[in-house]
């Protein structure tokens, strides 16, 4: 089996891995560069049967439905298939409804956990991982007798960090090559300790309610499932009511986590912005508000709970809240990675800060792993050589890690070599 890194071996997003066994071929993921601009061009990587139809490319597996991963796969033909787990093709496909930067993509067969798929000559092995975003998958790809795990995006700390201690307690054995994302190996310095978990964050968001005595705005992303269910629990512990938009909600119901609140849960309701209303005008889809029921809450009723509640702050709904609540002296917890907030997209949050007065505080944990749980993942899995992928600092590797091989992007090499 040949492997050849078409983007990723020196950055973090827009990842795209080609596999050939036998003349055939099959890609693992096919992102969008995280610094493409909304509406830029980007060409696909130099795969033939992406933009032709060519039966030797066997289809794309999606490890997990961020746009890093997934983003360049509407530009493809529509003969290639798609494989993803069922919710993340729930997720693209409820996302795509609201236009929210999503494709309603038509999954060919599902990923699940421990149950291998075969697609031609490759045998590909879904592990449940835990991640920021939901139904992520590791795969372990098994071709001409060679064995590639590919870690997709993880971390070892987030609500189903059992995933990742199952893999660490048991893992596939006789590894030839394990591609390992390295979303925070730096290019120096020592490496960033363990940050905060997902359950340290529900803890900060718990104080932070309960010392707060106004309105309090969450900025996190409705795709992340395992911080809805953080905030959601920090909101019953103290009384509050939950109060996100009908996209958030459908998110939340599309994963169906147990630990996520569904229409009817206590202190859980749910509005229908402005544009929201439209698009389901626009598409007869009136199911969608009517399965409301007394979850739905109006702007006068929001008004009036302000300050006894928890709104999920988006930047797309962030005017219509500003209208309908009283903002001024609300608490804003930015629950994302910092950077967004300080750079050019956070340029209109930034300036409702001021205008507003709120008091910001920054509730967040990462989605990835940290340098010491990657190594507990090498050490566990013993492979014969690490690949980097999806990481600033591959030369960083050989430091960290035994039995690095550095491939740049483009290059085939092979996994048993
Ligand atoms: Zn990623």
């Known amino acids: 089996m040949r492997v050849r890194i078409h983007r990723g071996a020196r950055q973090v997003g827009g990842t795209c891995v080609e596999l050939e066994s036998q003349g055939r071929r099959l890609l693992l993921d096919l992102g969008r560069p995280l610094e493409a601009e909304r509406d830029e061009f980007v060409p696909l990587p130099r795969v033939a049967g992406l933009l032709e139809a060519d039966p030797t490319l066997l289809g794309i597996v999606l490890s997990h439905p961020h746009q890093d991963h997934w983003g360049q796969i509407p530009d493809v033909h529509t003969s290639v298939p798609v494989y993803t787990g069922g919710v993340a093709g729930r997720i693209l496909r409820e996302a795509a409804f609201f236009g929210a930067g999503a494709y309603a993509v038509a999954t060919a067969a599902e990923l699940r956990h421990a149950e291998p798929l075969h697609i031609g000559p490759f045998q590909v092995t879904p592990f449940a991982a835990d991640h920021s975003a939901a139904d992520a998958y590791s795969l372990l790809v098994e071709a001409d007798h060679q064995r590639l795990f590919y870690t997709g995006d993880l971390r070892a ?113 749910i509005w229908v912005p402005q544009n929201q209303r439209v698009r389901i005008k626009e598409a007869g889809a009136f199911e969608r508000v009517n399965t409301l029921g007394a979850a739905r809450i109006f702007p006068e009723e929001m008004a009036r709970l302000g300050a006894k509640a928890v709104v999920l702050y988006r930047d ?102």
């Open 157 to 269: 700390h987030g609500r189903h960090h059992g995933r990742f201690d199952d893999l660490i307690a048991a893992p596939p054995a006789d590894i030839d090559a394990l591609l390992m994302e390295g979303t925070h190996v730096q290019a120096s310095g020592a490496p960033t300790p363990r940050g905060p978990t997902e359950a340290d964050v529900q803890a900060q968001f718990e104080n932070t309610l309960a010392e707060t005595k106004g309105l309090v705005l969450a900025a996190f992303s409705a795709q992340n499932i395992d911080r809805l269910c953080g905030v959601y629990a920090a909101c019953l512990a103290t009384g509050r009511t939950l109060v996100v938009d009908l996209y958030a909600a459908t998110m939340a119901a599309a994963v169906g986590d147990p630990g996520a609140p569904l229409p009817g849960s206590p202190n859980y309701r």
């Open 316 to 417: 797309g709904v962030a005017a219509q809240l500003a209208r309908m609540l009283a903002p001024d002296g609300a608490t804003l917890v930015w629950s994302m990675w910092r950077g967004y907030l300080d750079g050019d997209r956070g340029a209109r949050t930034r300036q409702r800060i001021r205008q507003h007065h709120w008091h910001v505080a920054h509730h967040h944990a990462s989605g990835h792993a940290s340098v010491a749980d990657l190594q507990a993942l090498v050490h566990a899995l013993t492979p014969r050589t690490v690949v980097p992928i999806h990481s600033f600092a591959p030369e960083r590797y050989a430091s960290l890690f035994n039995n690095v091989v550095v491939h740049a992007d483009g290059t085939w090499w092979e996994v048993g070599s």
